[in-house]
């Protein structure tokens, strides 16, 4: 029997060497952010490439990462020059493609200043961003090489910050960084409360408290107005009420800023706290989370647009928008919500034999089907359950789909190898 024991020990072993190999074979552990602008109106967009950052340590998978999902509006690709090997890829979201859908963007061009972070390459390598047109279209928007041995980098100086949670492992962590937004530097120990209160919403609600013991959570203090930029406004990272004229709307045009911040600490999710009594926030999926702290629904907020932030999830609630979601014959990129054209692809096999789908609302003994209503529309699209947070404030759970997907990311990104 020991024996058996010690060769399980060797190749668990094996497996973490390798896996650490892998990564360090490849990579060295210090962040690389890519800034990019894209210039658009509804019909046509420009992407140019602006700048490298890089920072110490990095927060994200610590090994290859070669395949993901395409619940964002966009992926980014890092391979390797020579051997064309993929080393980091992940799906993301961010303003640009919901602004080009708006009204606003038939009648004006705007430009939205953009990131993307990976582990920093050792070796020459090339980054590839990719936008998702239609069903599983994606059209190379950038290309750009670089190379570590002669690319001009520039340094990200670190801020203060804080530990507010730091994991007992040292493999296989999930590494949260929360950043201050409208605080003064007088309000450093308000923003360091709230940011305990978010981390212990994070970390007492299921399933994130099932792996809470692999995260590290950072919050990064507020500035002295000395150090602010200099602009007019009181935002260092600039977030508005109102984006796209919905008035909740909370969002930021200058995401360079927000990775800039976060940079300060080894992060693979941003979440933005605005010190405000004001309700309102937004998620986007591997961008980040950001809401108002001092509203009385916040804590439900929080949760609703992390699970956009963290897992890719879509609004499961119908009702106005001025960004459109376009009427399509393949499945919205949403893993929570579908228009039945590929059911199979979504959670067609997590529904009890005989379920009606669509499944009608008065059926109270079914708790996974397809009800009508979800993504912004009554007709047409189809959301798991009666109620999830993803559809309401006053759900107190995710629905059973949801939940699932997320438990799955955080298998994904506590993994110590893919
Ligand atoms: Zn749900």
New binding site residues.
Partial sequence: MKKIYTLLYIVLLSNVLYAQNDFNSWFVDKTLRMDYSVICDSGNEETMFNSFNESDYWGGEKFVVDSCDHYGDYYMELSDALSKKILYTYSYSNLTKEWQSTEMATQERRQFRESVIMPMPKKKSVIKIYKQDSCDVYTLILTKVFNPFDAKINYVNAKPYTTILKSNETEGNINFVILPEKYSENESEKFEKDAAMVAKWLCETEPYNEYKNKFNIYAVLPEKPAQLTRSLTPSQMDFKFNTLNIERYIASFNIPQIFNNAQSVPFRHIIVLINTYEYGGSGFYNTYTCLCIDNEDCRSLFLHEFGHAFAG?GD?YEGDVTYKVKKSNCEPRYP?LTNLTNFSQKWENLVTEGTPIPTPINRTDIEIGAYEGGGYTTKGIY???KN?R??SKDASY??K??YKIIEETLQKQTATKK
């Fill in positions: 999830l499961e929570n959301r798991p359950s999830c993803m559809r995710y629905c789909i949801c």
